[in-house]
């Protein structure tokens, strides 16, 4: 079945760095389009970064473009985000996401827990 | 940016009532729009795509409906583990962008 596992949130301080990896299983990553989805602690959804199945093409939301910088490597089947200049409005948990028709997302991993505090 | 704006924020809604959730976009969408239900603790999961097409493995009891800038969810007849945040998502134009969620609790 396909699995999408997020690691590597934590606790950072302000203007830290952080990458988080998402490894797949159980489909053909290297043809489906990626995302990152973030979730504030009791808030909505806010689609963050997108990156075509070839790493083609990135697309980014405002609110992180020139900090983030989405990446994949198809040969390990896994998505990276690299997330610079940390801010406390990037306190969320972090979810990948795999494309489905048109650019929903039909596959999400459990989320990983990203906290910037000093 | 397209703003997605769901209403009501919360529904409350006895077991085996038909719920039905609204979300407004602030410009066309076309069909390009999507729905995911969330459990507290848990990710999203995908409902509906293009506004009316079901998932893979979800019940029949969730419809949806609408074009351009209304949309609709449907829940025939709520189940115990119905009761959830739902949120809609447009995928028409960059950037992708959710409405704020509309949480179905038990009346």
């Known amino acids: 079945q396909v699995q999408l596992v997020e690691s590597g949130g934590g606790v950072v301080q302000p203007g830290g760095s952080l990458r988080l990896p998402c490894e797949t299983s159980g489909f053909t990553f290297s043809s489906y389009g990626m995302h990152w989805v973030r979730q504030a602690p009791g808030k909505g959804l806010e689609w963050v970064a997108f990156?075509?199945?070839?790493?083609?093409?990135?697309y980014y939301a405002d609110s992180v473009k020139g900090r983030f910088t989405i990446s994949r490597d198809n040969s390990k089947n896994t998505l990276y985000v690299q997330i610079n200049s940390l801010r406390a409005e990037d306190t969320a948990v972090y979810y990948c996401?795999?494309?489905?028709?048109?650019?929903?997302?039909?596959?999400w991993g459990q989320g990983t827990l990203v906290t910037v505090s000093s | 940016e397209i703003v997605m704006t769901q209403s009501p924020a919360t529904l409350s809604v006895s077991p085996g009532e038909r719920a039905t959730l609204s979300c407004r976009a602030s410009?066309?969408?076309?069909?390009?729009l999507a729905w995911y239900q969330q459990k507290s603790g848990q990710a999203p999961r995908l409902l509906i795509y293009?506004?009316?097409a079901r998932a893979t493995g979800i019940a029949a009891r969730f419809s949806g409906g609408g074009f351009g800038t209304e949309f609709t969810l449907t829940i025939s007849s709520l189940q115990s583990e119905d009761f959830a945040v739902y949120y809609c998502?447009?995928?028409?134009?960059?950037?992708?962008?959710f409405g704020g969620g509309t949480k179905v609790e038990i009346k």
């Open positions: 293009g506004a009316s």
């Open positions: 996401a795999k494309e489905g028709s048109g650019r929903s997302f039909d596959q």
């Open positions: 410009q066309s969408v076309s069909s390009n």
């Open positions: 990156i075509h199945y070839d790493g083609s093409s990135k």
């Open positions: 998502q447009q995928y028409e134009r960059w950037p992708l962008t």
